[in-house]
């Protein structure tokens, strides 16, 4: 069982959806801090986060997860004022598919320069303690979206870098472990327009199944997530659908 007594806590992402509602669940923990990274400042929310636990200190940090230079900067500064990361949830979901660039760019690609620059805050050969890094992928990461290729793209690739780096000789060097997450339909802004949203024309028929489908809360989906990741198992998958927990078991199909 994962014990978040003063630990340190970055989350990147925006202030809606699973991921926030992770964060505002990690302050009934006992952290120490969380820092908040984010293209835009939410005043109203930073204020209700800090009012969830007086106790936890909260900061906001000004990224932009589409530009390398403000990722350096932001996690330079970020790692300064905490002295260590010990974990890090990579928050970001964005559906955009007609917009190729920023589909994958925050999704896949900046999630994966946020993590290269905040390891060395939490591998405990350089300047950290060791940690946990949670990347939020979807169901799409695990099978085919043919309504939103691109996004399922990127969210294959989450899933690709997850357990890359949730390997046990990494984990052994770094005392840093690996996990995603896979949510399923959740009730979030991203779902509201979808047709807006599909890779191209043919894709438009495909998008009634969707709106039309059950959906989870963001509240039950984040609650299952902080349970899996307090089960600390490096290099797992877990899919959260409709508020229940299950872990991925993936078939090795080829072996060096």
């Not at 992928?137 to 290729?149: D, I, K, M, N, Q």
Request: aromatic letters at 6%.
């Amino acid at each position: 069982m994962f014990d978040w007594t003063g630990k340190n806590v970055v989350y990147a992402g925006s202030f809606t959806g699973i991921g926030w509602q992770m964060v505002m669940q990690l302050m009934q923990k006992k952290i120490k801090m969380i820092g908040i990274m984010h293209r835009l400042e939410n005043v109203e929310m930073m204020k209700k986060l800090q009012a969830e636990n007086p106790a936890v200190k909260v900061v906001f940090m000004q990224m932009n997860l589409m530009d390398k230079v403000s990722i350096e900067q932001a996690m330079l500064k970020m790692g300064q004022m905490m002295g260590h990361i010990d974990v890090l949830i990579n928050g970001e979901d964005v559906l955009l598919d007609k917009d190729v660039e920023t589909t994958m760019g925050m999704n896949l690609t900046g999630m994966i320069m946020m993590t290269m620059m905040a390891m060395p805050y939490m591998d405990k050969t350089q300047m950290g303690m060791g940690g946990m890094v949670i990347n939020l992928s979807s169901v799409y990461g695990l099978e085919p979206a043919p309504t939103f290729a691109v996004y399922a793209a990127a969210k294959h690739g989450v899933l690709g870098f997850t357990r890359s780096m949730g390997d046990k000789i990494i984990y052994q060097k770094t005392g840093v472990m690996f996990m995603a997450m896979c949510p399923g339909l959740t009730n979030t802004e991203m779902m509201a327009n979808l047709r807006d949203n599909v890779t191209w024309h043919h894709s438009e028929s495909m998008v009634e199944a969707i709106e039309s489908a059950k959906r989870q809360m963001p509240e039950e989906a984040a609650v299952q997530m902080i349970k899996a990741m307090e089960m600390i198992k490096n290099g797992s998958m877990w899919i959260v659908n409709m508020g229940q927990l299950k872990e991925v078991m993936p078939t090795m199909h080829w072996q060096m």
